[in-house]
């Protein structure tokens, strides 16, 4: 679910999967349901019937204990920002399988929220705390979701309009009554987002305060697999500027890498929509719609992922197809 452009992760790795198994909820548990996946032991590889699956790291169901996740893959990540690189979480899963639960995008800032984005919150504002007497930073964010294929500002201080859905048990559907903001390229090459709130965070209660406020504003349904499934891809980015306060730019700073300049990079934290199978969420009418924009952009995201990953394409210039759907051309060079 992690991925760096970064040399972030143990051994410099571009990118690494871990998977995360939750355990059965209460409802499956009520139907009878019954776990089946098992971890081959020694192996971050997941069995399931004659199946066996390796990952980089396996996390849940007795592999890792799920509170290691973030301390093996998302705290070097964290490292790589305050070094300047740029890095991506994705979390990518089935619906109901606990993408916004492990990321923590469903923030309520009550202090019993856990999950990635928390965590990643509280590292980078403890390691700020530490610098801040040689270093100045700037810290943004901003929170965008992309619902059948348009870009919403979730942070946008617009109120939003709740539309009855069609054809499910709890008849909940948050829209966004603003209008899609646009993608546009600069200059150089680079991907903006035009007029995209992006508000100086100073504290991590700050940062969080805008986490939990995008997270009411997302587009979220109920399907047959979960009660609140989220219909849309939402992007968390933390984008830090860090600059040498200047009575320490006389004294030997060892290992500094940014002298006087200003060092930028930024932080993706995405809670994919989940990918389905209309038969088995039971999705008509809107719905379907929806899940048929969500697979066809994890599609889009999957075919970029190989393309990356095959070396003798990428040595060769090969095709990347990052303009396939707007998920992949927001996180080719944001
Ligand atoms: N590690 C976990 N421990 C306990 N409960 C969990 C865990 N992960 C997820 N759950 C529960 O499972 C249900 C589904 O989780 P969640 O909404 O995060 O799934 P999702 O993958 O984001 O789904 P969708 O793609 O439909 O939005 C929720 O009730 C959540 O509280």
Redesign the pocket.
């Known amino acids: 679910m992690e991925s760096a452009e970064a040399k972030g992760g143990s051994g410099g790795e571009c990118v690494r999967v871990a998977v995360n198994i939750?355990?059965l909820?209460t409802t499956e548990l009520n139907d009878g349901c019954t776990d089946c996946t098992s971890i081959v032991p020694g192996e971050s590889q997941v069995q399931i019937g004659s199946h066996a699956f390796t990952f980089d790291c396996v996390y849940?169901n007795t592999g890792s204990p799920?509170s290691s996740l973030f301390r093996d893959c998302v705290a070097p990540l964290c490292d790589a920002l305050f070094c300047g690189y740029n890095a991506t979480v994705l979390a990518y899963?089935q619906?109901?399988?606990?993408?916004?639960?492990?990321m923590g995008t469903n923030y309520m800032g009550d202090g019993r929220s856990g999950g990635v984005i928390p965590e990643v919150m509280e590292t980078i504002f403890s390691r700020v705390e530490e610098m801040k007497g040689t270093t100045e930073f700037l810290i943004r964010v901003s929170f965008i979701e992309i619902f059948k294929e348009e870009v919403f500002d979730l942070l946008d201080p617009a109120p939003l309009s709740f539309l009855k859905g069609e054809g499910t048990t709890l008849p909940k559907l948050a829209i966004p009554s603003r209008t899609p903001i646009q993608i546009r390229e600069t200059l150089n090459g680079g991907i903006t987002l035009a007029g995209v709130t992006e508000p100086e965070v100073r504290s991590k209660e700050e940062m969080g305060t805008y986490l939990s406020k995008g997270s009411l504003a997302r587009a979220t349904g109920s399907t047959n697999?979960?009660s609140?499934?989220?219909r849309s891809h939402a992007i968390f980015t933390i984008s830090m500027e860090q600059k040498k306060r200047s009575h320490c730019l006389t004294a030997v700073v060892i290992n500094d890498d940014f002298g006087d300049d200003i060092l930028s990079a930024k932080l993706h934290l995405v809670d994919l929509?989940?990918s389905e199978r209309a038969k088995r969420t039971g999705a008509d009418g809107m719905r379907l719609k929806e899940g048929i924009h969500i697979n066809r952009g994890l599609l889009a995201l999957g075919n970029v992922i190989s393309a990356l990953g095959d070396d003798k394409k990428r040595k060769e210039g090969g095709h990347i197809p990052y303009r396939d759907s707007k998920l992949t051309r927001l996180l080719q060079a944001r």
């Open positions: 939750r355990p909820i849940g799920p899963g619906t109901g399988s606990g993408k916004t639960y492990t697999m979960n609140q499934s989220s929509a989940g």
